[in-house]
């Protein structure tokens, strides 16, 4: 089949999504109403209640929710065929995270623009936002450990791009200095950086750099060693301004993504690939199976629970009418879809136009371990139809993703750092509180033991501890969403309209989630994983204990409409 | 100056003539790409916003807030936008049309949109004013109201 109807097919059922579906959630469920005066209008102070055009805040708003997880998921999950992958991308994108995007943004906006944290205290339970807290802190360990590990790998397997990935930093360095010391522009530089930047490439394909010498010198492996020296640049990263490295770097990230994006799908266009993969995959023995891991691999790109964050921090504040929260929240998970289905995309036409797709995803160990070698790889031979030369695209590809796991994790641990003294506070543990050196290190070290764990391919056959490590991000990430749509179904029900539109998502991805970790209980203590399987209980008791939260809400909720005529919150 | 902007932007919305429209460009204080999930590390009404990472961002925030509310009062016909200079699908679009619907030749148009993607700046009409650092709130208000008013007589 050839690739470009993949894009074909995904484009018209996100139109149809966006046309119907967000037009029910609009009348039906959500009861937009023209006439609300938005948070924006009525705390309007030019800071952050500011009412802005949709335009505006959709660029805002998706270039906020965009990264690397939305490539990393479904360059999994591609191991189970093309179909089941982007079955799930489309449907969870229309049905699931359309509804939780366009949702944390409704009910905040009718809650004068409170974020999603003080919202579960509010609508679910006051034991919510402690619920919220941890499982935040799950969340923030298993990202900074996954992209460390991506980050390793794609050093490991791309010595070319050590030079342009580490170039990024002096670049990002002379700009914050050139626009926040001196006050000058900021965009003239940061495309001169971006050039810069891809004029390393072949530089740094000329001269590749390895730890090799490193890693036999220390007696660690290669992986191992990358990803310390990876952990020892994210504790430094992390512990300076924001404006010396993070917001300028931040500029040239923007530009990279837009840029990928365009040449992805030209390259799809002028290439006119056929999808090379096949369309359900013969799962490996011992390998995990699609029902449920599928719903958990890919979270990113389906449906992302940190989007409410995004929803309820910044943009519900700046709807200016209540009626745009469709086309921003919805218009933003739709765009997040078409992430994925680069990635997808790049994962199945373009690897398997450069070799044995089969061998490529023999099992999900070689699945896992080299999604992301497989998506710049593929996204390597999509620029070749550009002209630009595979190895020279592969490497652009690579450093894209190291630029925006690097921004991710500096951004993790010092958001983990924060959750840290939070929870020191709450439980009356006093001895970290404003001790940052510790508390970066703490931040640092939990996600580096998780990365750390095994590394080379298990006994079960379920292979390189990163897809677990992935997968059990997905649960955290996916509980998260589940919180956010518990809070949409109850503020739904309460106003005594249907809440179906958020419950079945919501009943679907607790379901998911619980039965992939309760599996994975059982497959961590065969392989005696401890530190993975005490992960994984902890996860586990977090998402019983919202499926309590959650149905006591619901129904104490139905118990009011019983008893009284609904009232408006 | 104030009622003949407020009254000149009124019928110049009333009549669906040129509108003037100000953006006043500035970051928020939080992460946008690249940190994707991760980027809700703001100030104030955002989840756990209590260091002062981004302090620098907020006080141009504030600033901006004072121009805001001074512009709303005093011209409040105008159109006023505010973007953040990383919101590049928009801006510099946005900036290029209302450039070139305002007469700028191609040269100021580009020159105008390499000013504006700073970490604040003021634009009317497509022409940025103010880049970088801004003066006393004041004295931005009176610029921006003082060349409408010269646009609105021409």
């Known amino acids: ?569 | 100056m104030t009622a003949v902007a407020r009254s000149a932007g009124t019928q110049a919305h009333a009549h669906g003539a040129v509108t003037h429209q100000v953006i006043l460009v500035r970051e928020q204080d939080a992460q946008h790409s690249g940190s994707g999930c991760c980027g809700r590390l703001g100030e104030q009404d955002t989840v756990f916003g209590g260091a002062a990472d981004f302090g620098h961002s907020r006080e141009r925030m504030e600033q901006i807030g004072t121009i805001y509310r001074a512009l709303t009062e005093r011209a409040p016909a105008l159109d006023l936008v505010v973007a953040d200079p990383r919101n590049i699908v928009w801006l510099y679009p946005a900036i290029w049309r209302a450039a070139r619907d305002h007469g700028l030749g191609i040269g100021a148009t580009l020159r105008s949109m390499a000013r504006a993607g700073s970490p604040v700046a003021v634009v009317l009409d497509g022409e940025t004013l103010y880049s970088g650092r801004l003066p006393e709130t004041g004295e931005v208000v009176d610029t921006v109201l003082g060349r409408l008013s010269r646009r609105l007589d021409a």
Request: neutral net charge; proline residues 4%.
């Open chain 1, 1 to 569: 089949m050839p690739a470009f109807l993949l894009i074909v097919i995904t484009l018209v059922a996100f139109y149809f999504g966006y046309r119907f579906y967000s037009r029910y959630l609009a009348e039906k469920v959500y009861a937009l109403d023209p006439n609300f005066v938005t948070p924006a209008h009525e705390l309007r102070d030019g800071v952050d209640f500011v009412p802005t055009h949709k335009h505006v805040l959709l660029g805002h708003h998706f270039t906020s929710v965009a990264g690397a997880a939305p490539i990393v998921g479904p360059a999994i999950a591609v191991y189970w065929g093309w179909v089941p992958a982007l079955v799930w991308v489309v449907l969870g994108t229309v049905f699931a995270a359309g509804v939780h995007d366009f949702g944390s943004i409704v009910v905040s906006a009718r809650n004068r623009g409170q974020n999603i944290g003080t919202l579960s205290g509010k609508v679910v339970s006051a034991r919510a936002s402690t619920l919220f807290l941890l499982i935040i802190f799950f969340l923030l360990t298993l990202v900074n450990a996954v992209f460390g590990v991506v980050m390793a790998i794609l050093f490991q397997k791309n010595p070319g791009a050590v030079i342009p990935a580490l170039i990024v930093i002096p670049i990002a360095v002379f700009i914050g200095q050139w626009a926040y010391r001196y006050g000058r522009s900021i965009i003239i530089p940061s495309i001169i950086g971006l050039l810069l930047l891809y004029a390393a490439i072949p530089v740094g394909q000329a001269y590749p750099i390895t730890v090799d010498g490193l890693a036999a010198a220390v007696g660690l492996s290669v992986r191992t060693t990358w990803i310390i020296l990876i952990f020892a640049y994210t504790w430094i990263a992390s512990r300076l301004p924001v404006w010396v490295l993070l917001q300028p770097r931040d500029y040239i990230n923007g530009q990279q993504l837009i840029v990928a994006l365009v040449l992805i799908f030209a390259g799809v266009l002028v290439g006119w690939d056929t999808i090379a993969a096949p369309a359900f995959n013969e799962v490996a023995p011992n390998s995990p199976n699609w029902f449920p891991y599928l719903f958990i691999t890919i979270a990113c790109g389906a449906i992302s629970g940190f989007h409410c964050l995004v929803a309820s921090g910044t943009t519900s504040k700046q709807i200016g009418n209540e009626t745009e929260a469709r086309f921003v929240g919805y218009g933003g998970a739709l765009g997040e879809g078409s992430l994925a289905l680069a990635a997808i995309l790049a994962c199945t036409a373009g690897l398997g136009a450069t070799g044995d797709w089969n061998a490529a995803y023999a099992d999900f160990g070689a699945a896992s371990g080299g999604a992301l070698g497989h998506f710049v790889t593929g996204t390597g031979h999509f620029l070749s139809n550009l002209g630009i030369p595979a190895t020279l695209g592969a490497t652009f590809a690579a450093v894209v993703v190291i630029t925006f796991a690097g921004t991710t994790m500096d951004t993790g641990v010092r958001l983990q750092r924060y959750i840290l003294e939070e929870i020191s506070e709450l439980a009356g543990f006093k001895a970290l509180v404003g001790r940052v050196n510790l508390l970066t290190t703490l931040a640092v070290l939990i996600p580096l033991a998780l990365a750390l764990v095994p590394g080379g391919d298990s006994a079960s056959g379920k292979g390189f501890a990163f897809g677990r490590l992935w997968t059990l991000f997905g649960t955290t990430n996916q509980l998260t969403a589940g919180l956010a749509l518990s809070i949409i179904g109850v503020w739904v029900l309460a106003r005594n309209r249907n809440p179906l539109a958020a419950i079945i998502p919501l009943v679907f991805l607790l379901f998911m989630t619980t039965w992939a970790l309760v599996l994975n209980l059982g497959e961590f203590f065969a392989d005696g994983d401890w530190l993975l399987l005490v992960m994984d209980a902890a996860i586990f008791v977090l998402a019983a204990w919202l499926i309590v939260e959650a149905f006591t809400a619901f129904n104490r909720e139905r118990g009011a409409r019983r008893q009284t005529r609904p009232a408006n919150r």
